[in-house]
């Protein structure tokens, strides 16, 4: 399996900070837009592929956008993000950083499936805050169900913090050493990629 991580369009949020920060749900900017719907060519997706979206407004714009007319699985789940890299301890997640509760989420997303044995807590606060030692058995756990996928490309639609703490932590001696990361495999403008293969 290779895991991909794909980093959101350009959002409302990221605009006017550091207070726009505090909007609640930040939506894809007319650039985000374009850059998810240049994903269909840069990496098209097929039945072998699944796609895992972080729960929030933004990143499931762009996953939508991207899986648009294709057969690739669609997922949405807490631990692809967002995630604060390098972690603080002051646990507090922005209003912008905020999941989509999973109700509303299926609302605005009827395509995009919800793994169903996840603690509700992960559902309403996400990993944003999550220590360390948690965070890695959380991870792992991740980890593991992208795998059971059993698909040969698992794109994990994120944003820059969530991809770089799962690049450190399978970098890390947790991962057992039978998986290769390669980082900066490809980078598109606002696309950063990374690959693991196990």
């Known amino acids: 399996m290779d895991l991909v991580f794909v980093i959101q369009g350009e959002a409302q949020h990221s605009l006017g900070l550091p207070g726009s920060r505090q909007m609640k749900d930040p939506q894809l900017t007319e650039k985000g837009r374009m850059d998810a719907l240049r994903l269909r060519s840069l990496k098209p997706l097929s ?28 997922f949405a789940h807490p631990l692809a993000g967002p995630r604060q890299y390098p972690f603080r301890y002051d646990f507090h997640t922005m209003p912008c950083d905020m999941p989509l509760e999973p109700v509303r989420l299926a609302g605005l997303f ?89």
Do not use: N
Request: aromatic share 10%; charged share 20%.
């Open 47 to 74: 039945d072998t592929d699944a796609v895992i979206a972080g729960p929030t407004m933004r990143m499931l714009q762009t996953a939508e956008l991207w899986c648009e007319g294709t057969y690739a699985a669609r």
């Open 110 to 198: 009827p395509k995009w499936q919800m793994p169903a044995d996840l603690p509700e807590y992960l559902w309403l606060q996400g990993i944003h805050t999550l220590p360390g030692l948690l965070f890695a058995q959380q991870a792992d756990r991740f980890l593991a169900w992208c795998r059971a996928l059993g698909k040969e490309r698992v794109y994990v639609v994120t944003e820059a913090g969530t991809s770089r703490a799962y690049q450190a932590h399978l970098a890390s001696a947790r991962c057992g050493g039978t998986e290769k990361l390669l980082t900066q495999l490809e980078e598109d403008g606002s696309f950063a990629l990374s690959v693991c293969s196990g």
